[in-house]
Every structure is written in structure tokens, then in C-alpha cells.
């Protein structure tokens, strides 16, 4: 049994959940339901991230306290996640004292190592980034590289910063030795021409304000947001009260990202944990963003999706589908409702809904309701061997839309079976049988291969067909092969699984 530890990026709670988390954390569920079919030891974490500037300044606004708000949109982002069946194994949220535990124990070690020193800044502020910028990667007239037309803020702060540039050369030998640790590779290069450029020390720590983790040598500091965000994923694993745990669980497999954030999880955080005497992650994998109307979705621009809008219209499978199939992982990827039904049409309600209702029907009338076994060497047996190699090799990845492409595959070719057999024209007989036997198991095999992305109506289809226990218990490879029906089990129709959308 594999252990298997997957993030999320933790999400900044000024704002409410929307369709661009979804996306990162649907991924991050669908990789982990994967490799528990396969039986690894999964610890799928995502949370909230509480402290910092931006947050100070949004509770201000809305004239509650920075905890106040941080309570009431991180329980957002759990109802989000509950209702699109996010499995995560832990929701941390930075403002919890085993947290600041963890923070307090890691920085401590860097300073303790020699690499943070206490001087005076002064430098241009995005406070929605919670980043300083320098003139040469600031935008036109001095704004935020990444918060287009937004004016950068002149601060000036005694500030610890931690010595970065020592860890150049050692970035960039890890870098060579584990070409694959970040994905996809346009962002590696990415990555390692942002080290080759040279790297600046950056702070680590604020005084203007107190919404953070003070500073174990210095109270009067508190940590730089990112640098109380970043270890949230030690602190989960158990880095400040669970050695047994956290040597278990560390280094992690994958830091799910978006492409904003790439530096400060191949760059910053992987130097920290050197200086702390602790293992870089194993991959960072960053995918682009969801654009609406060809922009990033932001609470100025007012073109915000909210995940539960979506599950209300499409079922909390149609909105994981089109996540997973759609936007493929890395590049940008435009949200359009139009295209969402377009897929949701084709893929779900055309393909597998039709499918299943297809073999349902016809085993209804002409096998007594009953499914016969399948056929050894059937033509869709060889379909099925190539169909789960390529899925699990572009969940491998991660590629989320190629293991779903991979797996429709399945879904085609036993329509397509079926078509070319028609069945449903067949007096009931042997050879009807053997063809529904076939398209059972077919189907029993899809709904195994596609439930990481749709649990809800995987498990269903397992339920219509009679078979016993749980799709999520059934285990990879040896559920995937050819046979495995025991044939005999009575079919039920039921309602559609994906009603056509208008
Ligand atoms: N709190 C930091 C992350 C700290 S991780 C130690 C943060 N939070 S965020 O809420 O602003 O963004 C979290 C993630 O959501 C980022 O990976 C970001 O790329 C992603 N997305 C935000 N908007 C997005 C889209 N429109 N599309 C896809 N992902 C998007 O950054």
C-alpha cells in the first residue's frame, strides 16, 4: 500500500468560494478517489487561509472582527465543498493554535539555521497578493504584475527576511535531479528561469499590523502571510505534535496549484524547508485558470460563479464532470454555461446516460431482467485492458481530462456496440444475450473507472445493476478486468441519470 498526500492551495477567506476554488479542490478529490481505488493510503488536505493584510483590511470593512469573518467564509468554503462531495481527509484553517504551533516551531529552526535577519524595507506592496513587488516586475506605472491596472502601495517596514538567495544553487540542483517536480513543463521552465534570474532575500515578517503569528523570538513580528500559509501543509501532517504522523506523511506528493501561485510553492517553499532540515515536495503541479468572458473571475469584475449555482442546475456530478473533462490541466480554460451543457449533453446524458438506459431497457425485455455474464474475448474486452491504462496514466499526471477521455472511450465503443448488434430488434436468445452481458460489463467497468469524477451516479449505476457493496471499495486494477461481473443479477431502469438539458 502506497501513501498518497495531496493539497490544495489553502483559500483566502475575504471572499466566498467560487467556481476557480472548485476547480483546483475537484481535482484534488478526483486524484485522491482515484488512488484509493487503488488502495493507497490517501491524505487528501484543503483549507483556509486566515491571516494577513488583505483579510484585516476586509473585516474592517465589513466592520466585524478578522476571526469573525474568517469563521463565517471558511464554513463557506466547507458547505462549498460538501455539496460538490469533496472527500478531504482534513479542512485546516491557519488561525487554529496547533497551527501557530507549527509556524512558531518552523521558523524558529530557520532562524535558528542562520538563514532570517532583521533589516529595514522599503518596497511596493500589492496587498492583494500580500507580496512586494520590484519596479522591473511591476506593471505599467507602477501597478500589480498580477492585479492588472491595480497601483502598487509604497511600505516601509522593519522587516526579518529570510535568505533566499543562498538557496540558489541548491533550488536548482534539486530542480536537476527531479526533472518531473513541477508540471506541467512550461512551468518548470518557468520556475527555473525565475532562479536562474537570481533570487532576493524576501521578508518573512510585518509589523504594521497584528492578524498573524507573532514571531517565537520577536512578538513584535508577525509572520508574513505566506510564510503561516505555506506550512499549513507540515502542520496538518502533524510537523508540530504528531512526529509519527508527519514521517508518515512528508515529504507530500502533490501541492495542487494555480499558476499565480507557483513561485511561492517551487521557489519560496521548497528553499524554506531546506533551511528547515526538512524534504522540498515531491510535485507541484499548477494548472491555469478558469476564465468567464475571457478574464479571471474577481470580486471587482463581478463575474463570480458560485459552485452551489452550478450544482443546481447540473447535479453535483455534471459540475465535477465538466471541471475534470473540460479544462485541461494547465493551460486557461474559459467557463462558458453554454459549454457546459454542450458537454453535459453530449458526454453524460447522450453517451452514458443513453448507455445505461439502453442496456437497462433491453435486458428488461429480452433477458427476463436479468444480466447474463459476459462473453470471454468479447471485441469490448481489449477495449476495456487499453481503456484503464490510459486513464490511469493520465491521472498519473495529473491530467484529469485525458483519464475521462481515456475512460468515455469505453462508453463509445459499447454504444457503438450496441448499434452495430441492435439488440433491441433481436428476438431474446442467445445471441442477445451474449451482447448485453458484454455491455454490462462494460458498464460495470466504466462505472468504476469514472466514479473519482462522478460518486454520486457511479454509485447508482452499481446499485441498478444489483451489485454488491460500494463502487469507492472496489479496488484497481483487478475491478477493471474483463470477467468480473458474476452475471445473474437483476437490472433496474430508474430515472434517467442525466436528464438532457433544454
Ligand atoms: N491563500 C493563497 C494560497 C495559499 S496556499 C499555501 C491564495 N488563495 S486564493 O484563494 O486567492 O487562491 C487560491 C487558489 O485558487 C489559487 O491556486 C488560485 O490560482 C486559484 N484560483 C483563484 N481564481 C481562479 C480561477 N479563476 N481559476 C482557477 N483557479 C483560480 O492564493
Not at 464554513?75 to 469533496?86: H, M, T
Amino acid at each position: 500500500m502506497a501513501r498518497y498526500y495531496v493539497t490544495t492551495p489553502i483559500y483566502y477567506v475575504n471572499d466566498a468560494p467560487h467556481i476557480g476554488h472548485a476547480y483546483t479542490t475537484v481535482i484534488g478529490d478526483a486524484l485522491c478517489r482515484w488512488r484509493r481505488l487503488h488502495d493507497d493510503d490517501v491524505f487528501f488536505l484543503t483549507g483556509t487561509d486566515e491571516h494577513g493584510l488583505k483579510m484585516l483590511r476586509a473585516a474592517e470593512a465589513q466592520g466585524v472582527s478578522p476571526l469573525e469573518l474568517a469563521d463565517r467564509n471558511s464554513a463557506r468554503f466547507k458547505a462549498a465543498w460538501d455539496e460538490l462531495d469533496i472527500a478531504y481527509d482534513q479542512f485546516i484553517r491557519t488561525t487554529e493554535p496547533r497551527h501557530y504551533a507549527s509556524v512558531q516551531r518552523f521558523l524558529q529552526t530557520i532562524y535558528d539555521n542562520g538563514d532570517i535577519e532583521l533589516r529595514t524595507y522599503e518596497g511596493l506592496y500589492c496587498v492583494p497578493c500580500e507580496a512586494y513587488y520590484t519596479e522591473d516586475e511591476a506593471g505599467p506605472d507602477t501597478t500589480c504584475p498580477i492585479h492588472t491596472g491595480r497601483p502598487l502601495e509604497l511600505l516601509q517596514e522593519e522587516n526579518y527576511f529570510f535568505l533566499l538567495s543562498k538557496y540558489e544553487q541548491r533550488l536548482l540542483d534539486f530542480y536537476a535531479a527531479n526533472p518531473g517536480a513541477v508540471y506541467p513543463e512550461s512551468r518548470r521552465n518557468e520556475v527555473l528561469g525565475f532562479i536562474r534570474g537570481g533570487l532576493q532575500d524576501i521578508s518573512v515578517s510585518r509589523t504594521s499590523f497584528d492578524w498573524g503569528v507573532p514571531l517565537p523570538w520577536d512578538e513584535k513580528h508577525v509572520a508574513w502571510v505566506w510564510f503561516d500559509a505555506l506550512p499549513n501543509y507540515i502542520t496538518a501532517a502533524g510537523y508540530g505534535d504528531d512526529p509519527a504522523a508527519f514521517e508518515k506523511w512528508w515529504p507530500v506528493d502533490f501541492h495542487l496549484v494555480g499558476k499565480d501561485i507557483i513561485r511561492f510553492h517551487a521557489v519560496y517553499w521548497p528553499a524554506m524547508l531546506m533551511s528547515a532540515g526538512l524534504e522540498p515536495p515531491l510535485h507541484v503541479a499548477a494548472h491555469g485558470w478558469l476564465l468567464v468572458g475571457g478574464e479571471k473571475m474577481s470580486k471587482t469584475k463581478l463575474n463570480q460563479i458560485a459552485p452551489g449555482d452550478l450544482v443546481a442546475d447540473f447535479g453535483v456530478d455534471g459540475v465535477r464532470y465538466h471541471f475534470l473533462r473540460d479544462v485541461s490541466f494547465g493551460p486557461d480554460g474559459d467557463f462558458s454555461y453554454e459549454g457546459m451543457v454542450a458537454r453535459f449533453n453530449a458526454d453524460l446524458a447522450n453517451q452514458l446516460g443513453n448507455l445505461f438506459s439502453r442496456v437497462a431497457t433491453v435486458v428488461t425485455k429480452k433477458c427476463g431482467g436479468v444480466a447474463p455474464r459476459a462473453q470471454e474475448g468479447s471485441p469490448l474486452e481489449e477495449v476495456a485492458a487499453e481503456v484503464y491504462e490510459a486513464a490511469a496514466a493520465g491521472w498519473a499526471r495529473p491530467n484529469p481530462a485525458e483519464a475521462l477521455e481515456a475512460t468515455w472511450r469505453l462508453v463509445r465503443e459499447t454504444n457503438a456496440y450496441l448499434e452495430a448488434n441492435e439488440p433491441w430488434k433481436a428476438d431474446p436468445g442467445d445471441a442477445v444475450d451474449v451482447v448485453m452481458g458484454d455491455a454490462v460489463e462494460a458498464l460495470r467497468i466504466v462505472a468504476i473507472l469514472a466514479s473519482p469524477a462522478l460518486p454520486t451516479i457511479s454509485q447508482q449505476i452499481w446499485e441498478r445493476l444489483s451489485l454488491p457493496g460500494l463502487v469507492a471499495d472496489q479496488r484497481l486494477p483487478e475491478a477493471a478486468t474483463w470477467g468480473g461481473h458474476p452475471g445473474g443479477l437483476a437490472v433496474e431502469k430508474g430515472a434517467p441519470l442525466f436528464p438532457r438539458k433544454g
